[in-house]
């Protein structure tokens, strides 16, 4: 059986083995394939694996010893999920794996809005605390977070592993899903629909997925309805938000901050606004990527083809 992984390098740089997924056939592991030689280098496959590699229609339809789709990633817009059902092949995608690791990473984007930790670092080190005539100093305003609102955008399972985080900090919630699970656990917490949220909230986290509902759901107009003090959070995907309505509102004041892991494009255009924008924390799409949450993908990944090989396929997307 013929397995190739088209984009391997960015769940495993190196820190992880492939050993499991070569103990079921025969694989061919590239770091990166260039869009034009997708079809040249998925020939003859019945497997295929893939981050962000994209399998459209055209591709699909060149595949015709192809069996089985794995997606190396929640989300699977990269794959014609249609085209993949019309030619008989199976498509997986990988759930549950980061949803710690993301969670903590929408809390240290916020504590950074909230404590300026590196700013503050640097002028230390710059000597602007030995040059104070106080015993503390600090150049940013100072937030706590208990007490305050968190609305959280799609919860799922990190929307709300984030809520159970958001309140041990002693913060409200507010949350919106277009399924509502269960949540009379929580004594903290109201559904409400987006814009209540938006005006309601004082820290606002994305965890939606891209639909095409969802494309552009933060845009001027919503930007508008959060208080001037709010903070905006995404971990999700980077169209949920349009980047020059939120550089706008950061630059004019309409919030007071974002922390931001995800971009409209990937990687970003280097003019791209919110690069310049007033207090807007940027990381580079690192919320899934510590090396345990990629360990737990790998391990779903592989079982994921093992179901499917003995005819009971989990995570299917189509």
């Known amino acids: ?21 070569k103990q ?19 020939a003859g496959a019945e497997i295929v694996f893939t981050n962000k590699t994209p399998l459209n229609k055209e591709v699909i339809n060149q595949l015709p010893t192809l069996k089985y789709i794995g997606v190396l990633a929640t989300g699977y817009n990269v794959v014609d999920t249609e085209a993949a059902k019309e030619n008989g092949v199976i498509v997986t995608n990988i759930p549950g794996y980061g949803t710690d690791s993301v969670a903590q990473m929408v809390f240290a984007l916020l504590l950074e809005l909230c404590h300026h930790v590196q700013f503050h670092s640097e002028m230390v080190r710059q000597g602007k605390w030995s040059q104070s005539v106080d015993f503390c100093y600090w150049d940013y305003p100072l937030v706590e977070l208990a007490g305050k609102t968190m609305g959280i955008i799609g919860f799922g399972n990190i929307g709300r592993k984030v809520a159970d ?28 629909d987006v814009n209540q949220l938006l005006e309601e909230s004082d820290v606002i986290s994305l965890h939606c997925p891209l639909f095409p509902e969802t494309k552009g759901l933060i845009n001027k107009e919503r930007l508008q309805l959060m208080k001037s003090t709010a903070f905006l959070l995404n971990t999700s995907r980077g169209p949920v938000i349009v980047d020059s309505d939120l550089a706008e509102a950061l630059n004019n004041g309409t919030i007071a901050g974002a922390g931001i892991d995800v971009l409209s494009v990937e990687p970003p255009s280097k003019d791209n606004p919110l690069f310049s924008a007033k207090n807007c924390i940027i990381t580079p799409h690192i919320a899934w990527a510590t090396k345990e949450a990629r360990t737990r993908l790998m391990g779903i990944a592989i079982n994921n083809l093992m179901t499917f090989l003995n005819g009971n396929p989990v995570n299917v997307v189509n």
């Not at 059986?1 to 997924?21: A, E, F, H, Q, R």
């Open 24 to 42: 079921i056939g025969d694989v061919t592991i590239y770091d990166r394939t260039p869009v034009d030689i997708i079809v040249e280098r998925a």
């Open 165 to 192: 985080i958001a309140t041990a900090f002693g913060m409200k919630i507010i949350g919106y899903d277009t399924f509502k699970t269960d949540q009379s656990h929580r004594n903290n917490f109201i559904w409400a």
């Open 1 to 21: 059986m013929k397995i190739v992984v088209l984009d391997g390098y960015t769940l495993n740089p190196g820190d992880l083995s492939w050993d499991g997924l």
